[in-house]
Each structure stands twice: as C-alpha cells, then as structure tokens.
DNA sequence: CGTGTAAGGAATTCTGACACG
DNA sequence: CGTGTAAGGAATTCTGACACG
C-alpha cells in the first residue's frame, strides 16, 4: 500500500514544480537537515512523494515564521515519539513471548 | 489512493535504474506507441509509476518474442473495453434518472 | 535567517543515424 | 524487428559565493 510514496526518483526540477518551490529552497531544506534526497552516480539528487509532502509542509512552517531550526526540532521529537512506541511493542511481545514459553514449562 | 501512481516526474535515467531497461528501450517503446511520458519545457521526458508497470510489462512481452505491434493491438481492446463498459454504466444511469423521474410524474 | 542570482563545470537527456542479427 | 552505440548539441543540475533585508 502507497509503495510508490518513498521509492526516491524526481529530480530538483520537478520537485520544484510539483511544490512551487525554488530549488535554492529545496537544496536549503536539505542544507538544514530537514530533507534526505537521495543521489544517482553523478550525484544528481532524487526525491520521494513523502520528500514532496515534507517540504510542501516544512515550506508552510517557514513562511508562517518557523525557524527551520525549530522545524528540525519538532521532527526529532516526533522521530524519537515513534522509536519509543516501536521499543514498547517489542516489549510487549517479548513479554508474552516469556509468559507462554513459562506456561508450556509449567504443563 | 495510490494518487502518486499517474504524477509523472520520474526521468528517463530513473526509469531505467528502476525497470533495469536500457534508455534507448525506453525509447523505442515510446516510438512504437506503448508508452506516452510527458515532456518538460525543454523537452526531457517524464514518466509516472503507473509508466513504470506498464514498461515492465511490455519489456516481459518482448522478451517472449510478442511483437510491439501485438502488444500494442492489446493495448488497444483492453482500452476499447474500458470505453464499452463506461458506456454501459453511463446507460444505466441515464434509464434510472429516467425512471425515477417518470415515477416522480406519476404520483 | 532564508532566499535570489550569476558563474563555471559536470551530468543528463535529446535526436537522427548507422549497425547488426 | 528490437537494440546498441558514437556524435553533437541542448537542457538540467551541482557547488560555492556574494547580496539583501
């Protein structure tokens, strides 16, 4: 499902017209680590559609008056948000791993 | 849903990477009336995910020896098909506005 | 800080043609 | 027929820098 979301193969140009975003912006974007494109052999860069969503959303951050430095934080938070949630799954699962591995030995 | 699979940003370079068909393939497909990428204002062509598929799909045909003029014929009825069917469902509509329309004038 | 721009160079893409099996 | 390739030119992208408010 959306499989075609993170598959990174635009280049600048097109991602400039599909945000109306210079590319100065786009490039300053990734200059402050708020954008990860990747790049081909010549070192072209290549962007994902989830590329094109966080810059349309970082573009409105900025011109509302964010900081992009702020906007930096904000997405460490949410990155860290997501690590923990992930880490009390596995627990979760390691946890009824144990229980039903002591209930096989108990029987 | 899946509203990135028709966008068509993707260069000629990506789309080879990605289906692992030489550009002038790519090409050649395009000249034989099976593939039809957008153009950007200078003219560099520019293909969707749905392109992608498509190219795939024609390269396997090839490969077991379908001439590009079969695969475009196919091409052709599946579309022809698609077109009958529309039509039908459009039919359908307009008898049922029709009808409950002459009942709304009966009562 | 965020963005525009001119500069020079490198990577990418284009077309039309010739070649081959 | 389907594909490779060399050729020449044009479009695209890259980086680092200077400018501005």
């Known amino acids: 499902m ?11 140009g097109a991602v400039s017209e599909l945000t109306s975003l210079s590319e100065r912006q786009i490039r300053y974007y990734e200059e402050r680590k708020l954008v990860f494109p990747e790049r081909s052999e010549g070192g072209t ?3 994902s ?3 094109i969503e966080k ?8 011109s509302k008056g964010t900081l992009t ?3 930096r934080q904000d997405e460490k938070r949410k990155n860290e ?3 923990r949630e992930y880490e009390l799954r596995m627990k979760d699962k390691m946890i009824q791993g144990q229980l039903s591995a002591a209930f096989r030995r108990i029987r």
Do not use: M, N, P, T
């Not at 959306?2 to 600048?12: C, F, L, R, V, W």
């Open 55 to 62: 810059l349309i959303h970082i573009s409105k951050k900025v």
């Open 81 to 83: 948000e997501k690590i």
């Open 49 to 51: 559609f989830e590329d």
């Open 69 to 71: 430095y702020d906007i």
């Open 2 to 12: 959306d499989s075609y979301k993170k598959i990174k193969a635009i280049s600048i």
């Open 45 to 47: 860069r290549k962007y």
